[in-house]
């Protein structure tokens, strides 16, 4: 079992940033990859941005450019850091650690 624990959302200007951080505990010797979803107001949960063991990373399109997912912790974590932000922007940010792990979210809201 892996048990995820996520900070760092809250209330930001649009323009602004900010950075979300996870950490995981537990089994985290066989997860392959760590990232984050979101999910805004009345729209499905996508991916924002994962972190694979080798380093490879993938971004959501409207992430791009403007974002960018490291490593977190003693290794046993990830943190995404969102630039230039948008009202559009606004969701609840789930962790994800493969296996199929999910942190509880946490809510990000962009105002204008």
């Known amino acids: 079992q892996v048990q995820l624990l996520e900070s760092g959302g809250g209330l930001v200007q649009a323009g602004g940033s900010l950075t979300l951080s996870c950490l995981a505990s537990?089994?985290?010797?066989?997860?392959?990859?760590m990232g984050w979803y979101r999910q805004a107001p009345g729209k499905q949960r996508e991916l924002a941005a994962i972190?694979?063991?080798?380093?490879?990373?993938d971004y959501a399109d409207s992430l791009k450019g403007r974002s960018t997912i490291s490593r977190a912790g003693a290794g046993n974590g990830v943190s995404l850091q969102i630039n230039s932000l948008k009202p559009e922007d606004t969701a609840v940010y789930y962790c994800?650690?493969?296996?199929?792990?999910w942190g509880k979210g946490t809510l990000v809201t962009v105002s204008s």
């Open positions: 994800y650690a493969s296996g199929n792990y």
């Open positions: 537990g089994s985290i010797f066989s997860l392959n990859a």
């Open positions: 972190l694979t063991r080798d380093g490879v990373t």
